[in-house]
Structure formats: C-alpha cells, structure tokens
C-alpha cells in the first residue's frame, strides 16, 4: 500500500468508522423502518455532498472566519449563508441529474419550491452544527497539546536550568581550586628558590626556569586560545635549558626558526609539546645525529618540521599528546591543516605539520586580536 496512503488511514481511521456507521444508520435502520430504501448512487452522491460540507467548513471556512477577531462574526454569518446556499443548489443539481439518467424514478416532480428547500436546509444546519461542534473539539485538543508541550519544555527549561547551576557550581569550585594550587606550587618553588640561591646557584636558576613554564602552561588556558610564536619559542629554549641542565652535558638538539614567524598568533603548546616529545622520546646524545624543530613560512603557509632520532631507552607512549595537537589544530583551523608523522626506516621520528597564513590571520581576528 503506498506510505502517504496508510498514513492518512491511519490518521482518518476512527472518520473513516464514524461515518460508516452514521452512514449505516440512517441508509439500513431508517431504510427497515420506514420501509423506504433509495438507490446507492443516491446515497453516494448525496453524501458525498454531506461530508464535503463538514469538513469544508470546519477545516476551511471556520479557520479562516475567526482567525481573526474583528469582524468575525459577520464573517461566520456570510460563510454559514454560502455554504447552506451552495448545499442547497449542488443537492438540487444532483438530483436533476440522476432524474435524468434514471436512477430516481422519472415521474418525480422535482423542483426548488419551499419544501425542498426546508428539508435541504435542514439537512445543511444539521451537519454543520456537527462540523461546528468538531473544529471546536480539535481547536480545544490542539490548544491542550500546545499547553502540554509548553509545559513540557518549561520543566525541561528548569532541568536545563539546575544541571547548569549545578555545572557552574562544579565549574566555580574547580576555578577556586585552580587558583590555590597554582598559588601553592609558585609560593613553594620561590621559597626553595630562596633557600637554595646561595648554596647552588645553577640549581635556583632552574626553579625559576621552571616556575615561568609552570606560569606559562597554567595561564594557556587565559590566552583567548592564541599565542604569539615567539612567547611559546621562549619556553622551548627554557624547556632545553632544563634538559640540558638534567643531564649534565650538551643536548644534540638544533631549534631552527624563522625570524618572520615569531609574531605570528596561533592556538597554545603545540610546539612546546613537539618540543617536550623530542626531549622524552628522542636520542639527543649522538653528535652526528642531530634531533631538529624548525617552523618557517613556506608557500603561504606555517611549516613546523620535527625530526629526532628515537631513544634507544624505549619509554611508553601513547601519543596522547601528538593526537591533542591534531585535534585542537583541526578544531582551530579546519580539516584541511597537513598533520603527519611517520617512523622512517633509520628509526627517525618525523612530523611535518602545516597550516595555511589565511587560517592563521582568520583566527586571530576571530579571538579579538
């Protein structure tokens, strides 16, 4: 059965009852009791008639006649007037026509004299009374349907509502809390900073080195979620710094960038964790094998470039923080960024990443820059 058919049986199924039912009524029952029984193209076609005058009027003519208020009156009066009118003259029509083909019988004097049209308008004010009766039941069913779902999304306005007081509650604690831990761990690192600058002043320096990345990581999340490169090439040096002074000698490790990408805005600790990756994952001890970062412009495009041999000393990686970098460049600047990294056949971890200017500038005017 076609779909748009189903659905309007489905939807009509209990007019579709009704009607039959109205319909047996008055063509079996008052048939059996008057003894009288007409032709089924005479109940059809008048009929026909009946149902169209219901449903026109409660669907067409009372819509538009109380849509709005002033003048709906007379409006209902004129349409009422028309429509017992046009019911009389079609009925009176349809009877002609099937005198005419025989199926009333042709010694029948039909004509529009005051009982036929007594009886018609009858018939007509009595199923528009009913048709009246339903538009205002579907007009009460769809203002209580309205009603229902009104005060359906107003509970769920106030769910909405708690859940997000209870979120920002959460959100306002976890901000306290992340003002006293960093207050705590800064206050901390200037006191042993203290104690220990005289004693070991390599040591004091590297609490300070360590405590303006520590600044720099935790304020990130400030930044508008850009920074300039420049600022983020400060603590990579400071990052070496920290590493070299760890391991006591020289780290093979060239830092390579262009002066002409240094005020360049873009989303924070992408090259500090390349950076970081190089030191934890790469060998940075074999002279003749240099670990490289180097971020250039290139074609109207940011090229960052990563390549370091891999550790002998395998440490566990689950390149959390390279899928981090994806997933917020992706966010930042689209699908359509370069983000690839591969394991050669000499062992050397590559990355090679690059982000078109126009995304960049886009961006930052975007953050308010």
Same mark, same amino acid.
Request: glycine residues 4%.
């Given at each position: 059965?076609?779909?748009?058919?189903?659905?309007?049986?489905?939807?009509?199924?209990?007019?579709?009852?009704?009607?039959?039912?109205?319909?047996?009524?008055?063509?079996?029952?008052?048939?059996?009791?008057?003894?009288?029984?007409?032709?089924?193209?005479?109940?059809?076609?008048?009929?026909?008639?009946?149902?169209?005058?219901?449903?026109?009027?409660?669907?067409?003519?009372?819509?538009?006649?109380?849509?709005?208020?002033?003048?709906?009156?007379?409006?209902?009066?004129?349409?009422?007037?028309? #429509?017992?009118?046009?019911?009389?003259?079609?009925?009176?029509?349809?009877?002609?026509?099937?005198?005419?083909?025989?199926?009333?019988?042709?010694?029948?004097?039909?004509?529009?004299?005051?009982?036929?049209?007594?009886?018609?308008?009858?018939?007509?004010?009595?199923?528009?009374?009913?048709?009246?009766?339903?538009?205002?039941?579907?007009?009460?069913?769809?203002?209580?349907?309205?009603?229902?779902?009104?005060?359906?999304?107003?509970?769920?306005?106030?769910?909405?509502?708690?859940?997000?007081?209870? #979120?920002?509650?959460?959100?306002?604690?976890?901000?306290?809390?992340?003002?006293?831990?960093?207050?705590?761990?800064?206050?901390?690192?200037?006191?042993?900073?203290?104690?220990?600058?005289?004693?070991?002043?390599?040591?004091?320096?590297?609490?300070?080195?360590?405590?303006?990345?520590?600044?720099?990581?935790?304020?990130?999340?400030?930044?508008?979620?850009?920074?300039?490169?420049?600022?983020?090439?400060?603590?990579?040096?400071?990052?070496?710094?920290?590493?070299?002074?760890?391991?006591?000698?020289?780290?093979?490790?060239?830092?390579?960038?262009?002066?002409?990408?240094?005020?360049?805005?873009?989303?924070?600790?992408?090259?500090?964790?390349?950076?970081?990756?190089?030191?934890?994952?790469?060998?940075?001890?074999?002279?003749?094998?240099?670990?490289?970062?180097?971020?250039?412009?290139?074609?109207?495009?940011?090229?960052?470039?990563?390549?370091?041999?891999?550790?002998?000393?395998?440490?566990?990686?689950?390149?959390?923080?390279?899928?981090?970098?994806?997933?917020?460049?992706?966010?930042?600047?689209?699908?359509?960024?370069?983000?690839?990294?591969?394991?050669?056949?000499?062992?050397?971890?590559?990355?090679?990443?690059?982000?078109?200017?126009?995304?960049?500038?886009?961006?930052?005017?975007?953050?308010?820059?």
């Amino acid at each position: 059965m076609n779909t748009k058919l189903r659905n309007w049986l489905n939807t009509y199924r209990l007019h579709i009852v009704l009607w039959a039912l109205f319909i047996f009524y008055e063509c079996i029952i008052v048939g059996l009791v008057t003894g009288e029984f007409g032709h089924p193209l005479t109940y059809a076609g008048h009929y026909f008639i009946i149902v169209s005058l219901f449903y026109v009027h409660a669907k067409l003519s009372l819509p538009w006649a109380v849509k709005k208020k002033k003048g709906a009156f007379i409006k209902i009066f004129g349409v009422v007037v028309i #429509e017992i009118l046009t019911f009389i003259l079609v009925s009176f029509a349809l009877d002609k026509l099937l005198v005419f083909v025989n199926v009333l019988p042709g010694t029948t004097r039909l004509s529009l004299n005051y009982l036929y049209v007594l009886r018609t308008l009858y018939r007509s004010i009595y199923f528009m009374g009913f048709s009246t009766g339903y538009y205002y039941l579907m007009t009460y069913n769809n203002e209580k349907r309205k009603t229902a779902e009104l005060e359906k999304q107003k509970l769920n306005a106030i769910i909405l509502a708690e859940k997000a007081e209870k #979120e920002l509650m959460k959100a306002q604690n976890a901000y306290l809390k992340a003002q006293i831990n960093p207050h705590f761990l800064f206050n901390t690192l200037d006191f042993i900073y203290h104690h220990v600058m005289s004693s070991s002043p390599p040591a004091a320096e590297a609490i300070i080195v360590l405590s303006e990345m520590m600044r720099y990581a935790i304020d990130s999340d400030k930044m508008d979620d850009f920074i300039l490169v420049r600022d983020e090439i400060e603590q990579i040096e400071n990052l070496r710094y920290l590493n070299q002074l760890r391991k006591e000698k020289p780290l093979c490790i060239r830092l390579n960038f262009d002066e002409n990408i240094k005020e360049i805005q873009m989303v924070p600790l992408v090259l500090l964790t390349l950076a970081e990756n190089i030191f934890k994952h790469g060998n940075l001890v074999d002279e003749e094998d240099y670990a490289e970062l180097k971020v250039l412009l290139e074609n109207n495009n940011l090229k960052i470039y990563s390549d370091n041999l891999i550790s002998l000393q395998k440490t566990i990686s689950h390149q959390t923080g390279l899928q981090n970098i994806e997933k917020r460049l992706k966010y930042a600047y689209g699908n359509n960024i370069m983000f690839n990294h591969y394991v050669d056949s000499s062992n050397h971890f590559r990355m090679r990443i690059a982000i078109p200017i126009e995304k960049l500038q886009r961006h930052a005017l975007k953050a308010g820059v």
